[in-house]
């Protein structure tokens, strides 16, 4: 073949790889069959080259939505970012009903069912997993399963052994009340039996963790008719989430594993959670603390959540 038709060939070549592997960027709603039902997932990132992470809300039953769109512009240059509403939340609640009764099995199938949906889209073997509160007690249990999934699995304010942990906290609430001869308080923490018995026990323990943690509007952050709303569909699922002890069930993770919490969070007790890291055995483990926060991390401290995570990609892609 002449060189100068060898030449051309060779540019064409070139043209076409870097036409298949260039970036592209990607904003997605996504109604996918997830466990029998229609789920929404949000899918953003300005490069489709990038790996996946997915975020996992708290609750249960409180999509991310209203705080997670400075967090997703945030990170979205580095990531594919993937928000699910979970059953009976979100936009999935508005688009269907669970046809059954929700039970902790069931949370777990759908997890997995999400996570093998974005690793066959984007056609990829891995993604970074981060489990946010209750999002955590779904987080921790994959990364157990499947490991092998996951570049790196990121706990923040995460339930580790939620019975332990109202607890602790119950305990130094009503300490508080104690010294402060605070009668209302003293009045409705002696009515909190653990675990609890009905949802009126769970928003006065809520309530009094609020106060106790700095909020003073407590009625507007906890009102009694939300959280009684959301008894009936979540009440039994989360008293059965919260027997799960991770320090006894889950002793060593097989992937890296990045904790963020605060000093200051009461909902997530951190002197538990403090106790599990330093025991979890792992191939790469870091605590991140947040200083301002209390539970809310992602939406009280949403910069420096962004920036943490920015940091843990580069640490795990380098």
């Known amino acids: 073949m002449p060189l100068k038709k060898t030449l051309i ?8 790889k870097n036409q298949s ?21 949000d899918i953003d990132s300005k490069n489709d080259q990038k790996p996946i992470l997915l975020f996992l809300h708290g609750g249960p039953g409180f999509s991310s939505r209203p705080y997670f769109s400075s967090i997703r512009k945030g990170i979205q240059d580095e990531f594919i970012v993937a928000q699910w509403d979970q059953r009976e ?6 688009w269907n009903d669970s046809p059954e009764l929700i039970t902790t099995e069931q949370m777990h199938k759908d997890t997995e069912e999400v996570i093998d949906y974005l690793l066959k889209k984007f056609n990829r073997e891995k993604l970074i997993l981060v489990g946010f509160a209750w999002g955590n007690y779904l987080g921790m249990t994959y990364a157990s399963k499947y490991p092998e999934k996951l570049i790196a699995y990121v706990n ?4 580790i052994h939620n019975n332990e942990s109202e607890e602790l906290t119950l305990n130094l609430i009503r300490e508080k009340a104690e010294k402060e001869g605070n009668k209302e308080a003293l009045k409705e923490i002696e009515q909190i039996r653990l675990p609890f018995e009905n949802w009126r026990q769970l928003n006065y323990q809520r309530k009094w963790t609020a106060y106790y943690s700095g909020f003073k509007n407590v009625d507007s952050t906890y009102p009694p008719k939300l959280i009684e709303d959301w008894s009936k569909t979540w009440f039994n699922v989360f008293l059965s989430a919260s027997k799960e002890n991770f320090k006894e069930t889950i002793p060593t993770l097989n992937c890296p594993v990045f904790f963020m ?8 007790n951190f002197e538990l959670s ?29 910069k420096k959540f962004t920036e943490e995570l920015l940091r843990i990609g580069e640490i795990i892609l380098q």
């Open 21 to 41: 592997i260039a970036q592209s960027p990607i904003k997605l709603k996504e109604a996918p069959i997830i466990n029998g039902i229609k789920q929404h997932i």
């Open 274 to 302: 403090a106790e599990y890291f330093k025991k979890l055995r792992a191939p790469q483990k870091e605590l991140i603390m947040f200083e301002k926060s209390t539970h809310e991390i992602p939406n009280e401290e949403s």
């Open 156 to 159: 923040v304010s995460g339930m």
């Open 261 to 268: 919490s605060s000093r200051k969070d009461l909902l997530a």
């Open 9 to 16: 060939l060779l540019l064409l070549l070139a043209t076409f």
């Open 89 to 94: 939340t979100g936009i999935t609640k508005v």
